[in-house]
């Protein structure tokens, strides 16, 4: 189990510091990514933080807000509220004062097509940016970490462009999906400088400042990250790493 694994059940940061919680793939109705979820309500430091839902990505359904409620809301104790930006009331003041006043945002899977649409048609991710630099948690699973990074797939290798929110890119890949380095690495190309991570079933990325790990709730899990046109994987593990060691040789190379 993630908690009992990291020994972090209880222990509450002080303060806000942004971070972000990248998990490629894994079922929040069913509370599989419930303890990646306990990790990102604690990042923030707050017993009960205002915790934003954004879920365009799955069109505004009414399944994604109710699977929100019930995880976040009944189950994680947050003070929970809703960016429909597709069925809601589109307004510019309205999303602005949503993002200014929420300390975690979680972004729901789905399209990440739709997702990208809606977040350029109302232009929300400098706001969004904006608060992860302020201090906000940033989580999302499939095509809502996908939108995380500067760019991003999720259950093809066609990339789009993200938020950004760090300097990486995220890819998410659906269970039982077979990997290629070369999809992979054509998909980001654009951003070959910057690390993209590759993230499959119950993988997570969680970025702090310069640094990262790669979490799994899997025994030996692990996340393909391509740096500079290079397929290579790195272990899932509870302790950070600076993202410049990934242009070493501290990364294994995939053969």
């Excluded at 589109?90 to 789905?110: C, H, L, M, T, W």
């Excluded at 259950?155 to 890949?173: E, H, Y």
Aim: overall charge negative; aromatic content about 8%.
């Amino acid at each position: 189990m993630l908690a009992r694994k990291f020994n972090l059940r209880g222990a509450v940061p002080q303060g806000i510091t942004s971070q972000l919680f990248a998990i490629g793939n894994g079922d929040l109705v069913t509370r599989e990514t419930y303890e990646f979820d306990q990790l990102i309500v604690s990042a923030s430091g707050r017993t009960r933080p205002w915790t934003l839902c954004i879920t365009a990505a799955a069109d505004d359904s009414p399944e994604a807000c109710n699977a929100f409620g019930n995880i976040y809301g009944d189950g994680l104790r947050c003070r929970t509220d809703y960016l429909r930006i597709l069925k809601g009331e589109p307004g510019g003041d309205e999303f602005q004062r949503k993002i200014a006043r929420n300390e975690v945002f979680y972004f729901s899977d789905g399209n990440l097509d739709l997702l990208v649409q809606a977040i350029d048609q109302y232009g929300i991710a400098d706001h969004l940016r904006e608060a992860y630099t302020r201090g906000a948690i940033f989580g999302g699973v499939g095509a809502g970490a996908a939108i995380l990074g500067l760019l991003g797939f999720s259950g093809s290798t066609t990339s789009a462009s993200g938020i950004g929110v760090a300097d990486v890119n995220i890819g998410c890949i659906v269970e039982d999906t077979n990997f290629s380095a070369t999809s992979a690495t054509a998909a980001f190309k654009d951003k070959s400088s910057v690390p993209g991570f590759v993230l499959g079933h119950m993988t997570a990325l969680n970025v702090k400042g310069d640094e990262f790990r790669v979490l799994s709730g899997q025994a030996g899990g692990e996340a393909h990250v391509i740096v500079k046109g290079q397929d290579s994987v790195v272990a899932s593990s509870v302790e950070y790493a600076p993202l410049s060691s990934l242009a070493s040789t501290k990364a294994k190379q995939r053969v």
